[in-house]
């Protein structure tokens, strides 16, 4: 049988990126990684699904956010504000789950490998072309300096599952 993984203690490597270049070149090396039968992951989630969760939330600041993120509790949103600037320059722990969301976060669909890298790619042009329009539901409106701060330490923590056989 198939067994979760302990996020909080799998095996991560430390990535740090200082800009959207940066990222950018670290998601395509994956790809090409995954093109050539090398690319493995080390928690519970899919190459695809940790592309597109990096992409989603980057996405839902130009496309707005979905219904159900709409508003958070308030306890969360003052976590957030008092948060936001060590959420933008340190690193994101690993094994957070949102409380009372089913999947623990959002933006988790299934998907291959390729179609969540290129839609990871997309969505950092996207971040790097302009701020978001749409304010954070638990942030607020953020700058597009915030908001790359912010999605870099994500696509860190995230991006850190995938490795190179």
């Known amino acids: 049988t198939w067994a979760m993984i302990d996020t909080k203690t799998a095996q991560t490597r430390i ?9 950018k070149a670290e998601v395509q090396r994956l790809l090409d990684a995954d093109r050539s039968g ?4 080390n928690g519970n989630w899919t190459p695809g699904q940790i592309f597109g969760h990096c992409a989603s939330w980057i996405d839902w600041g130009y496309t707005g956010y979905p219904p159900s993120m709409s508003n958070p509790p308030w306890f969360v949103k003052l976590f957030c504000r008092i948060m936001k600037r ?11 789950r949102m409380p009372k969301v089913e999947a623990g976060t959002y933006g988790t669909e299934p998907m291959a ?16 072309a302009g701020a978001p329009k749409f304010p954070s539901p638990a942030m607020g409106a953020l700058t597009q300096q915030e908001a790359t701060m912010m999605h870099l330490r994500h696509c860190e923590l995230h991006l850190g599952f ?3 056989k």
């Open 38 to 41: 090398r690319l493995i992951a």
């Open 162 to 164: 995938l490795d190179l």
């Open 86 to 96: 060590s959420m933008m320059t340190k690193p994101m722990g690993k094994g957070f």
């Open 113 to 128: 490998t390729q179609d969540g890298g290129s839609k990871l790619l997309g969505a950092l042009a996207k971040l790097e």
């Open 15 to 23: 990535l740090r990126f200082n800009s959207i270049a940066e990222a």
